[in-house]
């Protein structure tokens, strides 16, 4: 157990740690180890393009580190450090495997004395006084220095696992929620509208057997009272013949025909006979709400266990090596050489070639192809190939300025801010609507496609205030981004947009004359204002060591900055012939493009080696 003093301290550096991908490459510095570092005069810092050894009026490349005297070392001051018989002890470690600086606390019982040792009997950190104190006799102790390292390196570790693995996967596990979500709805619907469909068909097999009864008893009516009537005829016939009977009788039974009484022979036909009608009889039919249920259907959650979601492994995450495993590989490297990517001493300009169609140039985007994208302040996009040659043209019709992005699958993607509209361009040259930032004012000025899983980002201005609104590679919205954990607006113009390798969205703020970063979860992460009392931010990008990479109008440079925002150098500036720096991008091959403002030429350099 480590005491208070280490932890606090480590719970503020925490907050600066590079949470880094997946090369040991990538430099961390944190705060307290950057402002031990000498500042630049003006003068150094417009020929600096890269971290500066700390041997004083030594410029060269500080590509190693005296973990003894906490300061970077170049190639030629690091052999004069080993040979020195005041340093040839001490420990020197390449600049990314340094051991982190121990923060001063001073002691309460000798304030003259720094608190550097730790007792591991009393678990009590303590100055070098207090360790020969009665209280400590026979104790054991350790250098605080070391352990604070150690800790740093495992809450490094710790840190790089939220960002690189438990932050994205519960953020995949929560849109997984969403989209189950999405489905349910959908499903349900559907089993809504299956049901009414049901029950309608139903109602209608109702309304036809209804309809054929009732037509029936309409028939059975008819033919009764048909019959009847034929009855009833009988009847009139009958009672026809008896009234004719009853006249002949009266005329035989006259006085004067009674001769004829005595001759004639009368018989008096039978009643006719007829039949009662039998009446129909309506037998109900017999049913219950079951019975309906069952014609209907019912709906039901199968009686089945729910599935797990699927969460993904944990990869090994590289982080800082322990003091003995940096022992072993300063080993290696000094019996086999290897070599490992890093900052160059010196930036080397490659090729430049100028971009036909394009006036004014105001972004670059490079495509996995290494073909180029290039717009203007006239709505133009060229695409190029490696020699300048045009392959194709746009016109956006809506200028802007971080407004195109090329996609992991060779598309570009731009926007369209009075249209309130994102478009797609594929290979094959065609366009079609893409994502579609309205109904509202929500105007899309600046796009990134993520090169980590593809999703889409996109700055927004609005009538009163901006956000940062994350898409998938569908153009589904997934997150919005406005404010900070104290309700503040956190961008204001976000011109250009970009995202760094540990999922970092790095923002050009044009109003606010700032670089605005935020973590993958949308936390203020911090904000570079520049080396000056003056800066104004245009183009940024970021390289694969976690680099920040932004031009900047005022200095006329492009700032070189580590993963926390900390200021390593002028990368490019006037000492390159740079002027109005516009905009950056890095390809694969870790070649920085740059376009200047008045020109339609496009810049390459290499600066990692």
């Known amino acids: 157990m480590i005491t208070d003093l280490v932890n606090s301290h480590l719970n503020l550096d925490i ?27 003006d003068e150094q810092a417009a020929m600096q393009h890269y971290l500066v050894c700390g041997t004083e009026d030594c410029q060269k490349n500080g590509q190693f580190y005296c ?24 420990e020197i470690v390449l600049y990314r495997q340094r051991k982190h600086q121990l923060p001063v606390e001073k002691c309460k019982d000798h304030p003259t004395r720094n608190i550097d040792i730790f007792c591991k009997e009393c678990q009590l950190a303590l100055c070098s006084k207090c360790s020969t104190m009665e209280d400590h006799n026979g104790h054991k102790f350790d250098d605080l220095e070391d352990i604070y390292a150690e800790k740093y390196v495992l809450w490094q570790g710790e840190f790089s696992k939220i960002q690189k693995y438990f932050l994205p996967t519960s953020q995949d596990l929560k849109t997984d929620i969403e989209e189950d979500a999405t489905q349910i709805k959908k499903i349900m619907e559907s089993i809504r509208t299956s ?43 009958y009672i026809a013949y008896l009234w004719k009977m009853s006249d002949e009788f009266q005329e035989y039974l ?46 039901h959650v199968p009686n089945t266990d729910p599935e797990k979601r699927k969460i993904q492994p944990m990869e090994p995450i590289t982080t800082h090596m322990k003091s003995t495993e940096i022992k072993l590989e300063q080993s290696k490297e000094k019996s086999d050489m290897k070599q490992t990517l890093s900052l160059s001493s010196s930036v080397t300009q490659v090729r430049e070639y100028s971009v036909p169609g394009i006036d004014n140039a105001f972004h670059v985007s490079v495509d996995k192809s290494g073909r180029i994208w290039v717009s203007d302040w006239k709505g133009n996009v060229v695409q190029t190939d490696l020699q300048g040659n045009q392959l194709q043209k746009i016109q956006t019709s809506c200028p802007s300025a971080g407004c195109h992005t090329a996609t992991q699958d060779g598309d570009l993607i731009y926007t369209n801010k009075y249209k309130k509209v994102i478009y797609r361009i594929t290979p094959d040259k065609k366009i079609t609507e893409f994502i579609k930032t309205g109904p509202g004012d929500c105007a899309p000025l600046s796009v990134h496609s993520s ?60 109003n606010k004359c700032a670089v605005v970063v935020v973590n993958k979860s949308g936390q203020h992460r911090f904000s570079y204002t520049g080396q000056g009392s003056k800066f ?67 810049t390459v350099y290499k600066y990692l080696q």
Do not use: W
């Not at 090369?23 to 402002?35: G, K, L």
């Not at 209608?204 to 005829?233: A, C, G, P, R, Y």
């Not at 440079?557 to 000492?575: K, R, T």
């Open 451 to 510: 090169r980590i899983n593809g999703d889409i980002l996109v700055g927004m201005r609005m009538i009163s205030e901006a956000k940062v609104t994350r898409y998938s590679k569908a153009g589904k919205e997934i997150q919005n981004i406005q404010r900070d954990n104290q309700g503040q607006e956190l961008f204001n113009y976000p011109y250009y947009i970009t995202e760094n390798i540990n999922g970092d969205i790095c923002t050009s703020d044009y």
């Open 15 to 41: 907050f600066h740690l590079t949470n880094r991908h997946d090369n040991d490459e990538c430099s961390i510095v944190p705060y307290a180890n950057i402002n031990t570092m000498s500042e630049p005069s």
């Open 536 to 602: 104004c931010p245009h183009g940024l990008c970021t390289d694969v060591l976690g680099h920040i990479l932004v031009c900047d109008d005022v200095s006329k440079s492009v700032h070189l900055l580590d993963q926390d925002g900390g200021f390593l150098s002028f990368i490019l500036s006037p000492q390159q012939g740079i002027n109005y720096p516009r905009s950056v991008c890095v390809d694969d091959e870790n070649n920085i493009y740059m376009v200047q403002h008045c020109t339609n030429t496009v």
């Open 67 to 90: 973990n003894a005297c906490h300061q970077p070392l170049c190639e030629q001051c690091r052999d004069e450090h080993q040979k020195s018989p005041n340093t040839k002890n001490h």
């Open 254 to 299: 006259s006085i004067t025909n009674q001769k004829v009484l005595f001759s004639k022979t009368l018989k008096i036909q039978p009643i006719p006979e007829t039949t009662k009608p039998v009446p129909p009889v309506f037998t109900a039919g017999q049913f219950n709400k079951d019975d309906v249920t069952k014609l209907l259907g019912k709906v």
């Open 195 to 237: 049901m009414k469909a049901k029950a309608e068909s139903l109602k209608n097999l109702v309304d036809e057997v209804k309809s054929e009864n009732i037509e029936h008893t309409h028939t059975m009516e008819k033919s009764l009272l048909k019959k009847l009537k034929s009855q009833e005829k009988t009847y009139d016939d």
